[in-house]
């Protein structure tokens, strides 16, 4: 009798499992019809404590980061660098961890993409955490390939301003090669503030590059500027 009753309970448990694992993806589907991105998240979870699987939870982390919710994105996959990552995890990870000011750890992330994949997008990414982390010289390899491949529909967005812009990605990445001329030279600040001057003439919009000649130019005036010249 105790063999017959565990052997009905194993059954018993098992087909309430999958009858609620087939709730929640008809759960999942209907969410994602009527757009509701939280109850996405809930079926998600739901799924993946019934029937764990890699494939869902890289989805579940790649909703939270298109959320902005990066940290629960990174709570979900992890941070560690694993080269058997899927490309959706590694993406996930390379944008939460720049979006929450990590540019060493999304520096690692973005690399294995570019490994996969190198493209324009993926070299300005690469450029602009490499001037955040001091390798200035990195940078500019990469933001030689960006400028030889942007294609002139390919544009990049900026969201400094309340309002957020593109300019073309060309125009992008000659910005960052002024900063990095100003990084690896600070006494030739008027060569920096020349090739800026070029990605503002590709990009009268580009609000970013005009933040940055103001700010070369007020250290190009200022009094201790003019005494180090002296």
Do not use: C, W
Not at 125 to 131: P, Q, S
């Amino acid at each position: 009798m105790l063999v017959t009753f565990l052997i009905l309970s194993s059954n018993l448990h098992a087909q309430s499992n999958a009858d609620l694992q087939k709730h929640y993806e008809a759960y999942y589907m209907e969410m994602r019809l009527q757009g509701d991105v939280n109850g996405v998240i809930s079926a998600l979870t739901h799924l993946n404590v019934l029937a764990p699987s890699q494939e869902r939870r890289d989805t579940l982390a790649y909703i939270y980061a298109n959320n902005n919710q990066h940290l629960q994105a990174l709570n979900t996959i992890g941070i560690e660098k694993n080269e058997s990552d899927s490309d959706l995890a590694v993406q996930v990870k390379a944008i939460s961890l720049k979006a929450l000011s990590q540019p060493k750890r999304a520096l690692e992330q973005f690399e294995v993409l570019y490994s996969r994949n190198p493209n324009a997008y993926l070299a300005y990414e690469l450029a602009d955490l490499k001037i955040q982390t001091g390798d200035n010289q990195g940078a500019s390899e990469n933001i030689e390939y960006g400028i030889t491949n942007s294609q002139d529909d390919m544009k990049y967005a900026f969201y400094e301003r309340q309002q957020p812009y593109e300019v073309p990605l060309k125009a992008a990445f000659i910005h960052l090669k002024g900063l990095v001329q100003y990084h690896m030279n600070k006494d030739d600040i008027a060569g920096a503030v020349a090739t800026i001057d070029e990605a503002i003439k590709i990009a009268p919009n580009f609000n970013l590059a005009s933040l940055s000649k103001q700010a070369l130019e007020s250290r190009k005036d200022s009094p201790e500027d003019s005494e180090n010249q002296n």
